[in-house]
C-alpha cells in the first residue's frame, strides 16, 4: 500500500494504570490566611481546661513540654511553619493529653496547607477538651477549606452552643458563598456548560482550596473542554495522595482516551470500575471505549484485506460513536478517505481528508493526500495551495517536488487545450490532426457566417483562429513536443499569437494558387474553387 498506509491509533504511550511516580510531581498551594481564614495563631499559654490532662504528666516533662510548645510559638511568628510543627509535635510528644497543643499544632498545619491534618488535630482538641472554642473555630475554617459544607455548619453549631449571641464565625468564613457556588457548580454541569461551570469551581477553590470534589469537578470540566493536560495534571496530583480514588482514575482515562490512547483509557475506566463498581461515568466511557476500539480495529483489518465497501460501511458506523473523540476521528476520516480513493469515490475521498484537517489542521497524511487527490482530479491550483500548505510543516525534498510538479501542471492547464481545440486526442497522428482541421476550419470560417449577428461572427472568428493556432503546433513535430512537455510555454504561446489563420487556411485549401490572396470559403466564388467541392452535410 506504499504511501497509502491507514493510520492505527497510537496505542504506544508506556504510562500504566497507577503507575504516576514517573509524572512531575505537585503539591498543595501552602497558602497563608491572614484575614478571613486566620487561624488566630497559637496559643500563648496552656488554656485553664488543660488542668487536668496536666496533672497526669510529671512536671518535668509538662515543663518541657511548655518549652517546646513557645518555642513552636515564636517560629510560627516567624512564619516558619515547618520549624514550629516539628516543636508543636515534640509538645505532643511530651503531654499529649493537653488540647491546646492540638489547638497550635492545628493551627501551623493550616498555614502549611495540609487541611486534612489541621482538621485532626482540631478534632482531637475538641475531643480532648468539649470547652475549647479555638477547636471548634478551627475544625469549622478546616471543614470549609475542605469544602465539606456540613462539617463547617456542625462546627459553628457546636460553636454557638458555647456562646449562642457569636455569629461573626458563620459570616467570616464564607459558608454561604460556598453554597451558592456549589449549586451553581453542580446546575451548570448537569446542562452541559462545561464553561460555566469551571468559572464557579474557581471561584469555589479560592473559598475551599482543598476541596477534592470541586478539583475533580474542575478537572472534568477543563477534559470536556479539551484542556487534557490541565485535566490531567489535577489528576496525576490527587492519585499521588489518593492512589484509589476513582474519579481521578476516570478523568486521567478521560484524558488519555480523547488523546488517542484507546487502550490506556480502557484501561482506566476499568481500573475505576473495580474500585467503584458503580462508577456511571466510567461504566459509560468504557462501553464507549470498547465499541470504538472495535469499530477502529475491524475497518483497519477490512482495509488490509481488500474489502473496501465494508471498510467504508466500518468506518462510518465508527465516526458516530463518538463526535468529541478529535483525534481518533480525525483518524478515522482519514482512514476512510483511503478507502474511498480505492473505491474511485474522489470527490468522497478529498470532502473526508477535509473533515480530518479540520479535526487536525496539523494533520500531514490528510493534507497530503487531499493535494494528491486533487493532483488527480486536475484541479492544479487547490493541489498547490496543500502542497504550499505542507511545505510550511515540512520542508523535504519530496514535498518541495511535489509542488513544483503541481505548480508545473497549473501552468500547462491555463494553456489554450489545443487537442480539444481540433477535437482530437493526444495520441492523434498527423493525418488524423489534418482532417480534425479540414473538417473544423470549414464549420467555422468568417465567411461562413457572412449573414451572423456581429456576436456571432465574433466568436466564429476566434474560433477560426484558434483552429490555425492548433493546427500550426500540432502538425509541427517540434513544436507538439515542447507542447506536450510544458517547455517554453510562453514563448510558444506569443509565437503563437502571430499567426495569420488565413494564411493557414489558404495552404491548407488552396496550396496551388501561389498565396494569390484567395481567402474565401471554398465555393463562395471568391477565389478559383473549381477543383475544390465541398458540401454541408
Do not use: W
Not at 89 to 102: D, M
Not at 484 to 489: P, T, V
Request: one cysteine or more; a negative charge; proline letters at 2%.
Amino acid at each position: 500500500m506504499s504511501d497509502q498506509v491507514i493510520d492505527l491509533v497510537n496505542d504506544s504511550e508506556t504510562e500504566d494504570v497507577i503507575m504516576i511516580e514517573d509524572q512531575p510531581e505537585t503539591s498543595e498551594p501552602k497558602v497563608e490566611r491572614e484575614s478571613a481564614m486566620e487561624t488566630n495563631g497559637p496559643e500563648e499559654a496552656a488554656d485553664d481546661h488543660d488542668a487536668d490532662e496536666v496533672e497526669f504528666v510529671p512536671v518535668n516533662m509538662q515543663m518541657l513540654a511548655e518549652e517546646k510548645k513557645n518555642s513552636g510559638n515564636d517560629e510560627y511568628k516567624s512564619k516558619r511553619y515547618e520549624a514550629a510543627l516539628r516543636l508543636y509535635s515534640e509538645a505532643i510528644h511530651l503531654s499529649p493529653k493537653t488540647a491546646a497543643y492540638y489547638g497550635n499544632r492545628s493551627a501551623c498545619y493550616m498555614m502549611l496547607g495540609d487541611y486534612r491534618a489541621a482538621l485532626n488535630d482540631a478534632i482531637e482538641a475538641i475531643r480532648m477538651d468539649k470547652e475549647y472554642e479555638k477547636g471548634y473555630i478551627r475544625k469549622a475554617k478546616c471543614c470549609l477549606l475542605l469544602g465539606d459544607v456540613y462539617g463547617t455548619e456542625q462546627a459553628i453549631q457546636m460553636y454557638r452552643t458555647l456562646d449562642s449571641s457569636n455569629t461573626a464565625l458563620q459570616e467570616e468564613i464564607g459558608l454561604k458563598q460556598l453554597r451558592d457556588l456549589n449549586e451553581k457548580a453542580t446546575s451548570c454541569y448537569d446542562k452541559k456548560d462545561y464553561r460555566t461551570c469551571l468559572y464557579h469551581c474557581d471561584n469555589a477553590l479560592k473559598i475551599a482550596p482543598g476541596s477534592l470534589q470541586l478539583k475533580l469537578l474542575k478537572a472534568e470540566c477543563l477534559a470536556m473542554l479539551e484542556r487534557f493536560e490541565e485535566a490531567n495534571n489535577i489528576a496525576i496530583t490527587i492519585m499521588q495522595s489518593h492512589s484509589t480514588n476513582a474519579d481521578a482514575i476516570y478523568i486521567r482515562g478521560l484524558k488519555l482516551y480523547y488523546s488517542d490512547n484507546l487502550e490506556k483509557g480502557l484501561l482506566h475506566f476499568e481500573r475505576a470500575l473495580k474500585l467503584d463498581p458503580e462508577h456511571k461515568k466510567a461504566k459509560a466511557m468504557r462501553h464507549r471505549a470498547k465499541q470504538l476500539k472495535e469499530k477502529k480495529e475491524s475497518g483497519n483489518e477490512l482495509f488490509k484485506t481488500g474489502k473496501y465497501r465494508d471498510a467504508l460501511a466500518t468506518y462510518t458506523e465508527a465516526l458516530v460513536l463518538d463526535p468529541q473523540n478529535k483525534d481518533i476521528n480525525s483518524k478515522l476520516f482519514y482512514n476512510r478517505a483511503l478507502v474511498n480513493s480505492k473505491l474511485g469515490n474522489l470527490r468522497e475521498a478529498i470532502a473526508d481528508c477535509t473533515s480530518a484537517l479540520a479535526l487536525n489542521e496539523k494533520y500531514m497524511k490528510a493534507l497530503l493526500q487531499r493535494a494528491k487527490l486533487h493532483y488527480n482530479m486536475e484541479n492544479f491550483e487547490e493541489a498547490v495551495k496543500d502542497y504550499e500548505n505542507a511545505l510550511k510543516h515540512d520542508r523535504s525534498s519530496d514535498v518541495k517536488n511535489l509542488l513544483r510538479d503541481a505548480k508545473f501542471q497549473l501552468k500547462k492547464s491555463k494553456r489554450k487545450d489545443y487537442y480539444k481545440i481540433l477535437g482530437v486526442t493526444k495520441q492523434a497522428t498527423e493525418d488524423e490532426i489534418k482532417k480534425a482541421y479540414r473538417k473544423r476550419a470549414l464549420v467555422h470560417h468568417p465567411d461562413r457566417h457572412a449573414n451572423s449577428t456581429d456576436e456571432e461572427k465574433k466568436e466564429q472568428e476566434r474560433k477560426f483562429k484558434e483552429l490555425g493556432e492548433a493546427y500550426t503546433v500540432l502538425s509541427d513535430p517540434m513544436k507538439k513536443s515542447r507542447y506536450d512537455s510544458g517547455q517554453d510555454l510562453d514563448e510558444m504561446n506569443h509565437s503563437s499569437a502571430e499567426i495569420d489563420p488565413q494564411q493557414i487556411y489558404r495552404q491548407f485549401f488552396f496550396p496551388s494558387d501561389g498565396f494569390n490572396g484567395c481567402s474565401g470559403f471554398p465555393g463562395s466564388g471568391g477565389c478559383n474553387s473549381s477543383n475544390f467541392t465541398f458540401h454541408f452535410g
